[in-house]
């Protein structure tokens, strides 16, 4: 099983920036996918951008080259670098990781918020 704890989150005014950081432990050797979704308030969970173990990244049409998510395999750790916020980024942000061969399995971490002010 693998555990996973996001932080970063916080209070920003339009235009700022926050790096989120997600950590993992447990059987970490049997990720292959790691990623960050969003949720806000009356609206559904979205993916916001995923990586591989050996880095090719996807990203939701919204960031618009605002956002960037890296991976660093020798601390279990993904990032998420947010810049240019805006008011409509606001959501709690959840990490994920995703094992494709078996066993499968999907984990996710307990959400960290981000809030935007204009």
């Known amino acids: 099983q693998v555990q996973l704890v996001e932080s970063g989150g916080g209070l920003v005014q339009s235009g700022g920036s926050l790096r989120l950081s997600c950590v993992a432990s447990?059987?970490?050797?049997?990720?292959?996918?790691m990623g960050w979704y969003r949720q806000a308030p009356g609206k559904q969970r979205e993916l916001v951008a995923d990586?591989?173990?050996?880095?090719?990244?996807k990203y939701a049409d919204f960031v618009k080259g605002r956002f960037t998510i890296s991976r660093d395999n020798a601390k279990n750790t993904v990032y998420l670098q947010m810049n240019s916020l805006k008011p409509e980024d606001t959501a709690v942000y959840h990490c994920n990781a995703v094992r494709l061969r078996y066993p499968a399995y999907t984990s996710w971490g307990q959400g960290t918020q981000v809030t935007v002010s204009s």
């Open positions: 990586i591989t173990s050996s880095g090719s990244t």
């Open positions: 447990g059987s970490i050797f049997r990720i292959d996918t």
